[in-house]
């Protein structure tokens, strides 16, 4: 870290400490009487400290396997929030922020990203606070962030007092669904403390989100709006006063956090880097839910009980790049596409029981280490165990899953048991050895179809239609600050039924309307730019293949792909695109 902005940091810590104590009396920093105590400055002043060898450094976070979680202290020192009984919100954000993120950094597995190192607006030219926030999702999404957590404290005028969690709503169901399970881990150790009120719940707005919950789902991340507690009623500013209230706040986002993702606490040697690599699951099973997260070979689920599993999540701590993904064969439903890295397959609230499953190991991970897993089905049991992406369970039978073991093992080391009928069908068992897709024994390759590939063609000011690229070759320019205007994008060689389908975001017209297979989205001649974009395929080609794409935008440069109909590009600022990537990748 910079040595200049080490000391600007520090001084700035000074400073507002400073101004605290004298414009701020009965601060609400304070945790007795209304005075903060000189421990408390110690400790704040610490913190900040701390700042200088924390987790404020930027480094790309994608590829090692853990958790990212960003976690924001609603508001800033510019962009204020509400005040109420003495208390100023964001201070008590920021506050609560810190014993979080002190929580969540002894657990391994997981990176800790914060918006900012002090109460001090990150990005003070911003005149608005939707700007403040907006910038502090993308932050996230550029940090590769799971989990988006937006911390703030309630006013209403007196007459509520507890805890809510605002999640994303269900329009997109399965960021809803994980998100509520974060939200209700969250809850139920908030629900610990001694006098928080939480029967109001998880909740969300089906029109007018909250601008993090809504920007969140925008990137693919899961987010929460956690309101601890109402500022301007008097038994909840009771509790905010009490000694040790907002450290329990914190202690509970991070507990929730760190349970519901399977994390564990590091141990006294440091952190997750040089612990062996461990891998966590836990399955979602008929009338019990979602139970704990076990880890390296141990049963989740049950046997001897006649109970489905519905849904599993699987995450790796290693200090290995890479992770792992897993698909499900789901009753009614058949194979799911792939999930990564801790997201659900299979489904929940549904009845639907899993039938089989099939796991693999990616980047480093996959060179150092061979996945192996078996499952526990009904009328059979347990069956022989799989390996690298091979499939284990039934499928076509009407049998349900009730348990699985996964465990790693050092790359072409002893086999955990035989992989004799691994998988069932109609048809006969097949080996768990046998490599992914195939069966006994492997049919003759088909002679390869054509290649499917993506095409587009920019319209870029000064230039016009630039020309043809494909397959994730840049179209547009960089560094010359030239806009796009229009687009035209198509799919040729397709192996099912199906095609594209897109629109843009054009300055001062909103969204235009979807256009499809090489139809030109987008203005010409009018001199206005393209801020945002969103791309999906459409048909049977959906269901085969993402479509991924990431587009370079003037005061940001490349921000990272999205798929599958993602907003590219950062609707609230008005910041034109100036490039575009475009890929096809098979589910
Ligand atoms: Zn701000
Ligand atoms: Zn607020």
Redesign the pocket.
């Known amino acids: 870290m910079n040595i200049t902005r080490m000391n600007v940091r520090k001084l700035l810590a000074i400073l507002l400490l400073i101004s605290l104590s004298m414009t701020i009396p009965t601060s609400a920093l304070a945790g007795n009487n209304g005075k903060m105590t000189e421990e408390e400055i110690r400790e704040l002043v610490a913190d900040m400290q701390s700042e200088d060898n924390q987790t404020v450094s930027i480094q790309p976070m994608s590829g090692t396997g853990n958790i990212v979680v960003m976690l924001t202290a609603g508001h800033?020192s510019?962009?204020t929030g509400a005040a109420a009984s003495g208390f100023v919100e964001h201070e008590l954000n920021f506050r609560v922020r810190e014993y979080a993120r002190q929580e969540l950094q002894r657990y391994a597995g997981v990176t800790v990203l914060v918006d900012r190192p002090t109460v001090q607006?990150?990005?003070?030219h911003?005149t608005t606070?939707q700007q403040?926030v907006s910038e502090r999702v993308q932050y996230a999404h550029s940090r590769g962030a799971h989990l988006f957590v937006d911390m703030h404290f309630n006013t209403v005028g007196g007459g509520q007092r507890g805890s809510e969690i605002f999640i994303q709503n269900p329009q997109h169901p399965q960021i809803h669904q994980q998100s509520r399970q974060v939200a209700n881990a969250v809850l139920t150790q908030l629900a610990r403390i001694n006098g928080l009120q939480t029967t109001r719940g998880v909740r969300w707005h089906n029109d007018r989100q909250f601008i993090s919950n809504r920007l969140s789902t925008e990137f693919g991340m899961n987010s929460m709006l956690i309101e601890y507690a109402f500022m301007d009623n008097a038994q909840d500013a009771a509790l905010i006063r009490t000694p040790g209230f907002l450290r329990q706040l914190g202690v509970a986002t991070a507990t929730g956090i760190a349970n519901h993702y399977g994390l564990r606490l590091a141990g006294p040697g440091g952190g997750g880097g040089t612990t062996p690599s461990r891998i966590n699951y836990s399955v979602h099973t008929q009338n019990l839910g979602w139970l704990p997260f076990v880890s390296n070979g141990a049963l989740a689920g049950t046997t001897g009980r006649s109970l489905r599993t519905e849904a599993i999540r699987v995450n790796i701590h290693s200090a290995f790049a890479g992770g792992v993904e897993y698909r499900t064969h789901v009753q009614n439903v058949g194979w799911q596409g792939w999930r990564r890295n801790g997201e659900i397959s299979g489904t929940t609230g549904r009845s639907l029981r899993l039938e089989a499953l099939e796991l693999r190991l990616t980047g480093a991970l996959a060179t150092r280490y061979d996945i192996w897993y078996r499952v526990h089905i009904q009328n059979f049991g347990w069956l022989g165990w799989a390996r690298n992406g091979a499939s284990a369970g039934s499928a076509g039978m009407s049998l349900r899953m009730e348990a699985v073991q996964i465990r790693l093992v050092p790359r072409g080391g002893a086999w955990p048991g035989s992989p004799d009928g691994a998988f069932r069908t109609p048809r006969g068992a097949i080996s768990g050895t046998t490599p992914p897709g195939g069966s006994t024994p492997p049919p003759p390759p088909p002679p390869p179809p054509p290649a499917v590939s993506i095409s587009y063609n920019s319209h870029l000011a000064g230039i016009g239609w630039q020309g043809i690229r494909t397959n994730g070759a840049t179209s547009g320019t960089t560094g010359q600050n030239r806009r796009m205007e229009a687009i035209r994008i198509s799919l040729a060689n397709t192996p099912v039924a199906g095609g594209v389908r897109y629109q843009v975001l054009s300055r001062g017209l909103g969204w235009l309307p979807w256009v499809t297979n090489g139809n030109q989205a987008g203005t010409t001649g009018q001199a206005r730019p393209v801020d945002g974009i969103r791309i999906e395929l459409t048909g049977a080609m959906a269901s085969q293949f993402h479509v991924e794409y990431r587009v370079h935008q003037s005061g940001h440069g490349w921000l990272s792909w999205v798929r599958n109909g993602a907003t590219a590009g950062w609707s609230l600022q008005g910041r034109q695109l100036e490039a575009i990537e475009i890929r096809l990748v098979r589910r």
Do not use: L, N
């Open positions: 800033c510019q962009h607006c990150r990005w003070p911003f606070w403040c």
